[in-house]
């Protein structure tokens, strides 16, 4: 079942169970991670609804059938008005062509800059900019800026009337088994540096190459614009209050990453 976030806007999510971790990380584990249970990364996508209707996102194809089942539930039966795909890889926009399938009166949304990515179509996508914004009506959408990426076809988004960020592939981490669903303040435990460095140091490996002062000016640039946002990230678990404070330990893992290079928690 999807989960309300906030009013107007429902979370899907998509979990995946990582069992293979490295030898050294089972032998020493942190805090968050507990032996006997499952690690889960997740994907998320986001259904905002006002008059019109807008998804972010569309999870991978392994997850083809589940996000199907759960937009038309989120949708109650209701026409999907906008899909907006934030840039071309699997957990973003691999179920692009299914849920265009599935409805048809959907405008496909894609990110202005960067090359065609033949393999998701988006040569055919309404293309956005940051600063676009989309009216919903009731809600409103802006297009931002991504100031952390992965790939260079790349766009964030906030809505506006309720504070919510979506930052996509930034803020994402693993979870334990039984926390699927769950904002971080629902937790029965802190989100820490290591949780964050085993999603970050991965895929944001490029940290390890960047100028720190720079870098972490952009997080506290980050954390004072959005810290009374409702913070949606891809793959991590949403969180809706002091996001500034949450923010602001991306500090640590920009560090971390700068010292120690690439970090694969994950066999």
């Known amino acids: 079942m999807p989960r309300t976030l906030t009013d107007g806007i429902q979370w899907i999510q998509g979990c995946i169970p990582r069992p293979g971790l490295t030898a050294d990380y089972v032998a020493d ?57 934030s840039h071309p890889e699997a957990p973003h926009a691999g179920n692009a062509f299914a849920i265009l399938d ?48 992965d790939h260079a076809m790349h766009i964030w988004l906030r809505e506006t009337t309720t504070g919510t960020f979506f930052p996509v592939d930034w803020l994402g981490f693993p979870h334990m088994a039984g926390e699927c669903l769950t904002v971080v303040e629902e937790l029965d435990h802190e989100v820490t540096v290591d949780q964050l460095l085993a999603f970050h140091g991965r895929v944001f490996f490029w940290y390890q190459y960047a100028d720190v002062a720079k870098t972490n000016g952009v997080v506290e640039e980050l954390a004072d614009r959005h810290a009374e946002d409702i913070v949606a990230p891809a793959h991590g678990l949403p969180i809706t209050v002091d996001a500034d404070r949450f923010i602001r330990r991306m500090a640590t893992v920009v560090e971390h990453v700068n010292e120690r290079g690439r970090l694969d928690v994950f066999g």
């Open 29 to 85: 584990p942190p805090d968050w991670y507990e032996p006997d249970r499952e690690v889960h990364t997740c994907q998320n996508a986001y259904l905002v609804t006002g008059d019109r209707t807008l998804l972010f996102d569309t999870l991978s194809p392994a997850n083809r059938d589940h996000v199907l089942a759960e937009l038309d539930h989120a949708l109650g039966g209701r026409d999907l008005d906008y899909l907006v795909v």
């Open 102 to 149: 599935a409805h048809p009166e959907a405008t496909l949304v894609a990110p202005a800059h960067g090359n065609e990515h033949e393999l998701y179509h988006l040569g055919d996508a309404d293309r956005v900019a940051p600063g676009d914004t989309i009216d919903l009506g009731g809600k409103r959408v802006e297009f931002l800026q991504p100031l952390f990426l």
